[in-house]
């Protein structure tokens, strides 16, 4: 067996016994033990009891964390005319049409988050396979297919994350930056939460949420407390 590093066997032993804690006592921990040489994300991971396979099991939703990402977001939008010209203004990273759907088909996918009035849609479905599999594929339910394109824009910037179920029942997020305070990445678990809470499905059986986890990008993960996790 290899032999562990001095930074991953002090965070082990550091988490070594510790499960279902609070969200100030996980985040204290996590945030404590992110010693990587860059600004380690918080991310958050949630098992929920649902099977995405039925469609009425399917949970999507978005939410705006209130002390943001810490992480920059670059912005695609599938926009023509006055609409492409007020992503521009609003600070989108790249803009464009056909072409923008032709360089996303040769292979060159330079953006964290994609927008489209609707008047794009029969453009941008073109790439469903391409995008679909990235969680890029813009839709209305999560406000990333809308006419007020400036507000997508602004919000996709500061700080709004958008979260889907995968296969294996799991939603996962990135909630900060170890170098935020920790109760601010407190609150942003809290709201992530709640968000994950209010897009539970109709056809969710028995224990909606079964395990949620808080980890830094280098470090171990601890469990978190169901019952405390929301702000609710």
């Not at 100030?24 to 958050?44: P, Q, R, S, Y």
């Not at 929920?48 to 705006?64: C, E, T």
């Not at 464009?96 to 360089?103: F, K, N, Q, V």
């Amino acid at each position: 067996m290899a032999k562990l590093g001095k930074r991953t066997a002090a965070a082990r032993e550091a988490f070594a016994g510790k499960t279902n804690l609070t969200v100030e006592e996980a985040v204290a921990l996590v945030k404590g033990n992110a010693t990587a040489k860059f600004d380690e994300t918080v991310e958050i991971a949630v098992q929920l009891g649902v099977d995405p396979r039925h469609a009425d099991q399917m949970v999507r939703g978005v939410v705006g964390l209130p002390n943001g990402t810490g992480k920059s977001v670059r912005v695609a939008v599938f926009a023509r005319g006055p609409k492409a010209e007020e992503a521009q203004a609003a600070g989108a990273d790249i803009v464009g049409a056909e072409d923008l759907m032709e360089t996303v088909q040769g292979g060159t996918i330079d953006f964290d988050r994609c927008i489209a009035t609707p008047d794009m849609m029969p453009v941008v479905g073109r790439l469903g396979k391409v995008l679909g599999p990235r969680n890029l594929m813009p839709n209305p339910k999560v406000g990333t297919v809308t006419m007020d394109v400036k507000a997508a824009v602004e919000a996709a910037k500061g700080g709004e994350v958008q979260f889907k179920v995968e296969k294996a029942g799991v939603v996962h997020a990135g909630v900060g930056k170890a170098s935020f305070g920790e109760d601010k990445l407190v609150e942003n678990v809290r709201s992530f939460m709640d968000a994950v809470l209010k897009a539970k499905p109709a056809g969710a059986k028995g224990a909606y949420v079964k395990k949620i986890a808080l980890s830094s990008t280098m470090g171990p993960g601890v469990t978190i407390d169901i019952d405390n996790a929301s702000a609710q």
